[in-house]
């Protein structure tokens, strides 16, 4: 492991708090109090809030742009809109994009499928009002990490059974794809890496209290993948569900799904939103690449 990634680690370690033995009004208050200032960087031509919706529009002059419609990490549980605002900022400004962030309701006093239909919602939103924003409704992705790359990749599959909005590409982010905690990267990484099986399985539990036999909750659960929109998938090998995210890449592609996957070894879950390491302002570079090809922007 890098050093500047152990060091990392052990902060996060021993400062994050045991969130399965926490009420969620209080847990999101401690996470909120971690945070440091909101810098609103990088700039923006334009940054819009409606409708539960934070819309990033970042300078540009040309074509209209592509539509990243985004679902924050957490759990489920917490995250908003301010949490990964540096991380909308930026992937709009790299790829370019318009970036839509969905403040989608959260578990458990909203449980599964709230926060997906949430964010269907907001897909249905974009196609209506991309020309507000200056963007093209017939390049729309879905896009998220952790839980909000389940929430993308279970709204991919909505849209193509609905025959909702058309979707362009869909972008999971270490997605937490099922509740599957006996795979190889639970064994090896569920303690001692800042993401833990026991935090995992309090997330399920409040997000699905009922179960998670529902497509809308676990997108393995569909019959068939094949039509769906192409992919970028990206793990990280010491994530807890790191090997159900690469089982669902190689899934996508055996359904006949174009598949960018790429796996960050020795990166944990959550780095892609920590600008300060090395390794993640890499990681971006490579990633917006990726999307730029799913999005077949030249």
Known sequence: MHPEVAAMLAQLNAGFPDVTTMAPNALREVIRGRRGPNLRLPDMFEVRETDGLRVYRPHHDGDPLPVIVFAHGGGFVFCDLDSHDEFCRSLAAGVPAVVVS????????????????????????????????????????????????????????????????????????????????????????????????????????????????????????????????PAVVITAELDPPCAAGDAYAQRLRTDGVAVQHHRYDGLFHGFLTIPALSATQTARQEIWQMIRTALAIS
């Open 102 to 229: 969905v403040d989608y309701r959260l578990a458990p006093e909203h449980p599964g499928p709230a926060a997906h239909d949430d964010m269907y919602a907001a897909v249905e939103w974009a196609a209506k009002h991309a020309h507000d924003f200056g963007a093209d409704p017939t390049r729309i992705a879905v896009a998220g990490d952790s839980a909000g790359g389940n929430l993308a990749a279970t709204v991919a599959i909505a849209a193509r059974d609905r025959g909702g909005p058309s979707i362009a590409a869909q972008i999971l982010l270490y997605p937490v794809i099922d509740d599957d905690f006996e795979t190889e990267s639970y064994r090896r990484f569920g303690v001692g890496y800042y993401n833990t099986t026991a935090a995992m399985k309090w997330y399920w539990q409040q997000y699905a209290p009922n179960g998670t036999d529902d497509v809308r909750l676990v997108p393995t659960r569909a019959a068939s993948l094949a039509g769906l929109p």
